[in-house]
């Protein structure tokens, strides 16, 4: 069992570049999210997935584009990096979003610079 | 109105002794989970322990215990005998079970054990 899995660890954009963040989990859980953290802010969701073919927006989807095809899979696409993208991008899975006792598994994370 | 607020931006506490670190809620929903996650300097997000808004007891994982006093919207995370290995940012989250499909974290608190 591989858990959560990104690619890259790390990445560096110039501005305006494009750039798609991977994540995978082998656990069948429904709900995937993905996470900015940046200091002092916390952890903020950017989009979140209830199953494949669903996605919505969290709380700043803005500049991020997100798909999911499959259960296993919920690429991040940032669509053209701008310094403020700076941050930490974290994965996370769970069983069903209706169950409010599930607790996410988290990604390792991956560094993005945007110069 | 923040969902999940963590007071506390940094904390020390002598090796050995106990360290409450604070966090409160805010939800309208009945039914919600609370969660607790330890993030060491590496990087990657440890789940701590769970409480349901439903559970009589307070959650107790090892070293870990929540202070869930319900009335008071609060949910604080004891760590009893502090070791060096615990110095790491601790969140605090939230999932309500039927008003949205997310969850909420804290902006977290830094704890630092002195030996």
């Known amino acids: 069992n591989a858990g959560v899995t990104q690619t890259p660890k790390f990445q560096v954009l110039k501005t305006g570049q494009s750039m798609t963040l991977q994540c995978a989990q082998d656990m069948n859980h429904e709900y995937m999210s993905w996470y900015r953290q940046d200091p002092g802010m916390g952890l903020r969701l950017i989009h979140y997935s209830v199953g494949a073919g669903i996605t919505d927006q969290g709380e700043v989807p803005n500049g991020y584009n997100v798909s999911r095809s499959t259960t296993e899979d919920f690429p991040l696409r940032l669509l053209s990096a701008a310094p403020s993208q700076t941050s930490v991008y974290f994965c996370?899975?769970?069983?069903?979003?209706?169950?409010?006792?599930?607790?996410?598994?988290f990604g390792p994370g991956t560094r993005l610079l945007v110069l | 109105a923040q969902k999940i607020t963590q007071t506390q931006p940094g904390m020390f506490v002598q090796e050995k002794e106990a360290v409450t670190l604070d966090c409160t809620y805010d939800t309208s929903d009945p039914s919600y989970g609370l969660f607790w996650y330890k993030q060491p300097s590496s990087g990657e997000m440890i789940f701590l322990i769970y409480q349901g808004s439903y559970d009589q007891q307070n959650a107790t994982e090892g070293r870990y215990s929540l202070n869930f006093q319900k009335a008071r919207k609060s949910a604080n995370l004891v760590i009893s005998a502090s070791q060096l290995g615990d110095s790491a940012m601790y969140f605090c989250?939230?999932?309500?079970?039927?008003?949205?499909?997310?969850?909420?974290f804290g902006t977290g608190t830094s704890l630092t054990v002195i030996p």
């Open positions: 989250a939230m999932r309500e079970e039927s008003l949205s499909n997310q969850f909420y």
């Open positions: 996370a899975s769970s069983f069903s979003s209706g169950r409010a006792r599930e607790t996410q598994y």
